[in-house]
């Protein structure tokens, strides 16, 4: 075990760093130990450093000096030490749960709660490696009516472990990142230069507008829908865009305008909040222009977050009632006749304990916590 005594915190100009017996055995920078570490795991700094001290003080004999392997296995112990797991699921029924998009039943229960509270669970079926949460006493799948996207969901949700908390206040960064996700799919679909030929975007669950406002900036037309009043008013405030009333099941009464016009249709952190993800893609199919593309961005399930975090995934939220995989979310557009075109998986939570080469790894391996997918 690491000498406790030669211990100690140092935060410089380039970041923040973990040190024991004068070597470093964490380090991130400030933007991320932020609005990544600490943002996602929904803990303030100073609890964000007492789990990383509670996976690095027990490591024998420094955590700098174990294996992958066995850095792993210490962030999984550490994580169980740090966290109060709640007791297991005794064995259940797994008929009253209802079944994934393809009809199959659960066989295994996922998380025995969200975060701790056990009103909530997560059950799935191994061999789609696909989940969807239940309720913890009735164990009926939660419906999506059951979401309330007030104005309290997009900047400080009443509930932990919900919403989009801090979603207005951090314009930048988030538009910033729906400009890298742009380009990465232009990138990835032939069209690098969207200037020749001005692309047609449609916006699922659009929300404050980031994505949209990306894509003006690229010259492209774009439309948005949400179902939230609070979030087409902010759009319309901070971008002026006018934004489509409505879910995807309006689609056809709302968009007929744009049957066959769509070369791309994004739904960012948008699939994970649905109850009928099929019936959702086959909405949104007549949309698309001749080579289209829908491209999805989801949480895994399949990830080593996932595994090393349990229940306390930070993905695992009251208001996203199914849980993806690479597999499970290949075998949804494939049934709604769709092809892959991309499919990429990334991390970045544990990069401070385990560096960027096993961040790619991950998503070589698809267990990156994030999917993003394009299908044609």
Same mark, same amino acid.
């Given at each position: ?9 140092h935060e410089?100009?380039?970041g923040i760093?973990?040190?024991?017996a004068?070597?470093v055995?964490?380090f ?5 130990w932020k609005?990544?570490f600490c ?9 964000a450093?007492?789990?990383?001290e509670?996976?690095?003080?027990d490591?024998?004999?420094l955590?700098?000096l174990l294996?992958l392997t066995?850095?792993t ?10 966290f109060?797991m709640?007791?297991?699921?005794a064995k259940?029924?797994?008929?009253c749960c209802g079944?994934a ?5 659960p ?5 025995h709660?969200i975060s701790?509270n ?6 799935g ?6 989940g969807w949460q239940?309720?913890g006493?009735?164990f009926?799948p939660?419906?999506a009516d ?7 969901y997009?900047?400080?949700p009443?509930a932990p472990?919900s919403g989009m908390?801090?979603y207005?206040?951090?314009e ?5 990142k ?7 799919i ?5 069209s690098?230069?969207p ?6 975007l449609?916006?699922?669950?659009s929300?404050?507008?980031y994505v &949209?406002k990306?894509a003006?900036? @690229?010259?492209m037309?774009?439309?948005?829908? +949400?179902?939230s009043?609070? !979030? #087409?008013e902010i759009c ?5 865009f006018e ?5 995807v099941a309006?689609?056809?009464k709302v968009a007929?305008?744009?049957?066959s &016009?769509?070369?791309y249709?994004t @739904? ?6 649905? +109850?009928?993800p099929?019936? !959702? #893609?086959n909405?949104?199919k ?5 080579g ?8 895994n ?7 090393a975090l349990a229940d306390?995934y930070?993905?695992?939220?009251l208001?996203h009632?199914q849980?993806?995989?690479?597999n499970?979310l290949d075998?949804l557009?494939?049934?709604?006749g769709?092809?892959q075109?991309?499919l990429?998986?990334s991390s ?6 385990l560096?960027?080469?096993?961040i790619?790894?991950c998503?070589k391996?698809k267990?990156?916590?994030d999917?993003?997918a394009?299908?044609?």
């Amino acid at each position: 075990m690491a000498n406790r005594n030669s211990a100690q915190w140092h935060e410089t100009s380039s970041g923040i760093y973990f040190v024991v017996a004068d070597a470093v055995q964490f380090f991130d920078d400030f933007d991320h130990w932020k609005n990544g570490f600490c943002r996602l795991l929904e803990i303030e700094q100073g609890q964000a450093r007492a789990l990383v001290e509670s996976i690095v003080l027990d490591a024998e004999p420094l955590f700098s000096l174990l294996s992958l392997t066995e850095k792993t296995e210490a962030i999984k112990k550490g994580v169980r030490n740090h966290f109060k797991m709640p007791p297991k699921q005794a064995k259940m029924d797994y008929r009253c749960c209802g079944t994934a998009f393809d009809g199959t039943f659960p066989d295994a229960i996922c998380a025995h709660s969200i975060s701790g509270n056990t009103d909530r669970l997560i059950v799935g079926n191994g061999q789609l490696q696909h989940g969807w949460q239940i309720d913890g006493k009735t164990f009926v799948p939660i419906k999506a009516d059951s979401v309330l996207y007030d104005e309290n969901y997009f900047e400080n949700p009443t509930a932990p472990h919900s919403g989009m908390r801090d979603y207005v206040s951090q314009e930048q960064w988030r538009l910033n990142k729906s400009r890298r996700l742009l380009r990465l799919i232009l990138s990835n679909t032939g069209s690098q230069n969207p200037h020749v030929e001005p692309k047609t975007l449609l916006d699922i669950g659009s929300g404050a507008g980031y994505v &949209r406002k990306a894509a003006s900036e @690229l010259q492209m037309r774009h439309f948005g829908i +949400d179902s939230s009043p609070s !979030a #087409i008013e902010i759009c319309k405030s901070k971008f002026g865009f006018e934004t489509m009333a409505g879910n995807v099941a309006d689609l056809p009464k709302v968009a007929s305008h744009l049957e066959s &016009r769509c070369d791309y249709i994004t @739904l960012f952190d948008v699939i994970e909040h649905l +109850d009928d993800p099929v019936a !959702a #893609i086959n909405n949104l199919k007549p949309l698309l222009a001749a080579g289209g593309c829908i491209v999805i961005r989801t949480p895994n399930l399949v990830s080593f977050e996932y595994d090393a975090l349990a229940d306390y995934y930070y993905s695992f939220k009251l208001d996203h009632l199914q849980y993806f995989s690479a597999n499970s979310l290949d075998k949804l557009m494939t049934m709604c006749g769709l092809t892959q075109v991309f499919l990429e998986t990334s991390s970045h939570l544990f990069k401070g304990l385990l560096g960027m080469d096993f961040i790619h790894q991950c998503g070589k391996g698809k267990i990156g916590a994030d999917i993003l997918a394009i299908y044609s």
